[in-house]
């Protein structure tokens, strides 16, 4: 096996981490660790998530954030969209690139976005057409890769399956 030329290196703090804080973050501090963030060189800064505000409460203002920021030449601002509701979301608030993702955990995907694995795929097909027809750059992952808080250990033939799934 050949390693690649390259690596991207995607932050997401600004995301995953301040979503799960106790804390509520006010969008200006967002937008500033965002900023700060872009601000060190980093290529890519995830600043927010168009997902179900009832699920996760902290991303609810991720569209003020995106029309707050400044955004610096050379950063990307992805943001994370788990179907065609979120991805509408993210472009009427200006987002230019999304992320997606599915979850090698069954457990993980019904709590976390209500869904089977299997559905969040289909989803996301309709997701990926949408990016390609509106030129929107799109990023897919693998979450809960190692251990989920429903389900345990996970298996990595699982974690394989969904990868594959996610790239076909």
């Known amino acids: 096996m ?5 690596v991207k290196i995607v932050e997401v703090g600004a995301r ?3 979503q799960n804080e106790s804390a509520e973050v006010p969008a200006a501090i967002k937008i500033e660790l965002i900023e700060r963030l872009a601000a060190t060189g980093l290529a890519a800064v ?4 168009f997902v179900s505000p009832k699920k996760v409460p902290k991303m609810a203002d991720s569209k003020e954030v995106f029309q707050g920021l400044e955004r610096r030449p050379g950063t990307a601002y992805p943001a994370l969209v ?3 509701k979120g991805f509408e ?5 200006g987002v230019t690139e999304v992320a997606v993702f599915v979850s090698a955990s069954e457990g993980f995907s019904q709590h976390n976005i209500g869904c089977s694995r299997a559905e969040s795929l289909e989803r996301l097909r309709d ?3 949408a990016a390609a027809g509106r030129n929107i750059l799109m990023r897919g992952y693998v979450s809960c890769i190692a251990v989920c808080p429903y ?8 974690v394989a399956a969904m990868a594959e799934a996610l790239i076909g």
Do not use: C, H, I
């Open 2 to 6: 050949s390693w690649p030329r390259k």
């Open 127 to 129: 997701v990926a057409s």
């Open 89 to 93: 979301a993210a472009l009427d608030a």
């Open 46 to 49: 995830e600043a927010g998530a």
């Open 151 to 158: 389900d345990g250990t996970v298996a990595q033939d699982e």
């Open 82 to 84: 788990p179907n065609m």
């Open 16 to 18: 995953d981490g301040l």
